[in-house]
């Protein structure tokens, strides 16, 4: 998958400024050293000049070599026909365009060497350093966007938010929702949009114990017991923590589930709800029934 989450994959990119000199190479290292072979990696500019030695020492601080660069135009030095993604980075400046249908992102990045001030050499460094650690941010996210593999097909969004004044969070979102919540009483209000497939839970902070399965959470339905299946083998190849494998859970709502953890260790239900003739087949007992063979204990609830 690519950065605009369609079947293109980005395979070439190339980082734009005007002068070349800094933050533009700057960046060009750092994808080369962040995504390694994945991408080919090009920087240039619209009026270059010449590699700051100040970039080079900033990269050297974290141990990345760029003084071999220079500093190129994109006009005469770089072969354009190919770019799948363009990435700017001015900020004040007029930043160069590169025609055509290309995917394009802008990170505007204040140029450390353009201060009108006379920095110590310290304050130099930290304003270089500063670029530099906004850049190599930016371009560990942009590397974490390349690959990614199939998502569940998401049909509903369902979110819970703590609030400590629920009438006063109730008005505000329902005048921001345009709606009124569908139900509501002294511990939570539930707004559901269908046209933004949106169930949007408010949950009054009383400090009395609330259940974090089923009220501090992000939500995610998917059209039927197989979906839930699939995400969870999606899951797997994503390399996603897995909280709960999936099952049907029968206590409260009646649902097909899994549970996720995402890397803050913030949960997310991806769930779907149960047809009629799978409503028929409860047990008994109401203990969860596993959805994929070895995943969990029959008596786990």
Not at 149 to 173: C, G, K, N, W
Not at 175 to 189: I, K, N, Q
């Amino acid at each position: 998958m690519s950065a605009n989450n369609t079947d293109t994959p980005i395979k070439r990119i190339l980082f734009l400024c005007v002068a070349n000199s800094v933050r533009s190479q700057i960046a060009e290292g750092l994808a080369r050293h962040i995504m390694g072979s994945r991408v080919e990696v090009a920087s240039a500019g619209s009026d270059p000049s010449q590699l700051n030695p100040h970039a080079v020492a900033t990269m050297k601080d974290i141990g990345i070599d760029i003084s071999r660069h220079y500093s190129k135009s994109i006009n005469d030095d770089i072969d354009t026909s190919n770019i799948d993604l363009v990435v700017t980075l001015c900020a004040e400046e007029i930043c160069p365009v590169l025609p055509g249908q290309i995917k394009r992102l802008h990170w505007p990045i204040a140029d450390p060497s353009s201060s009108h001030d006379r920095p110590t050499p310290e304050e130099l460094a930290a304003s270089f350093a500063t670029a530099r650690d906004q850049i190599r941010m930016r371009t560990e996210i942009l590397a974490g966007l390349l690959d990614l593999p199939s998502a569940p097909m998401s049909q509903e969004f369902h979110s819970s938010i703590r609030v400590t004044d629920l009438p006063a969070s109730t008005r505000f979102y329902a005048w921001l929702l345009d709606t009124w919540p569908r139900e509501w009483t002294h511990r939570y209000a539930t707004f559901i949009r269908p046209d933004l497939n949106l169930n949007f839970v408010l949950l009054v902070s009383d400090g009395k114990t609330l259940h974090h399965d089923t009220l501090y959470h992000l939500g995610i339905g998917v059209a039927d017991r197989q979906a839930v299946i699939d995400a969870y083998h999606q899951a797997l190849q994503f390399a996603a923590p897995i909280e709960k494998p999936p099952r049907t859970t029968w206590k409260g709502t009646p649902l097909h589930e899994l549970w996720l953890k995402d890397p803050d260790g913030n949960l997310i239900e991806i769930y779907a709800r149960l047809t009629n003739a799978e409503l028929a087949e409860k047990p008994t007992d109401e203990l969860p029934v596993f959805l994929v063979p070895g995943t969990g204990p029959a008596d786990e609830n």
